[in-house]
């Protein structure tokens, strides 16, 4: 089986970077295999064009689509699942990610005579500064879960799971603590993906 793995975080010095790590190696370590879309090592430009918002919000199948998304959009079927890698910026997924949704989920590919594929499943693995009861107690936590699992990736997944990897901010002292259990956690995940 095959992931899709889109992950995106600034910088190679972070928590995130190793827990996907760890999650890449406990796909590999259960045989699968994965396709990894970083989005800035590889420059994705997150900007939506004129042309392809008057293309997609006009539900026209012209022009085609850029080739960078088409990329994307290939990698996406020549895939069983997807993992979304993140870490959480103001209740989203960095600006980066929110533009590859915007552009990849393009008319044609993600609605309208989608030629999308129905994944067998979606995880998002993403950190948070804060505590999950911190997370909860305004919904933001849902309003991250409900932005992913109810727009972005309904009717294109059969299944899905969101994890969050909280107090990873460097002031706190769990960070440290909680290290080496996240990333066992985050490489049970990914060994377990397709159990
Ligand atoms: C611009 C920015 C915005 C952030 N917004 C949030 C937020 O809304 N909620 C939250 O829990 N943490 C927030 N954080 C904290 C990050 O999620 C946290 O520092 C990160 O997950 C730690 O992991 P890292 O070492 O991989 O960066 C924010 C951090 C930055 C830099």
Redesign the pocket.
Known sequence: MRVLIVYC?PSKD???KSMCDAFLKGITDSGNEYILSDLYEMGFDPVMKEEEYLRDANYRDTPAVADDVRKEQEKINSADAIALIY?????EAPAMLVGWFDRVWSYGFAYGNKTMKLLDKAIILC????PLDR?EQFGLLDSMKKVMFGDRLFGRVKESEFIVFDC??RENELREKNWDANLQKAYEKGRTLFA
Request: proline content about 6%; glycine content about 6%.
């Open positions: 975080h972070s928590f995130t870490p959480v910026f103001w209740t950190s948070a500064g804060n997370l990873t901010s």
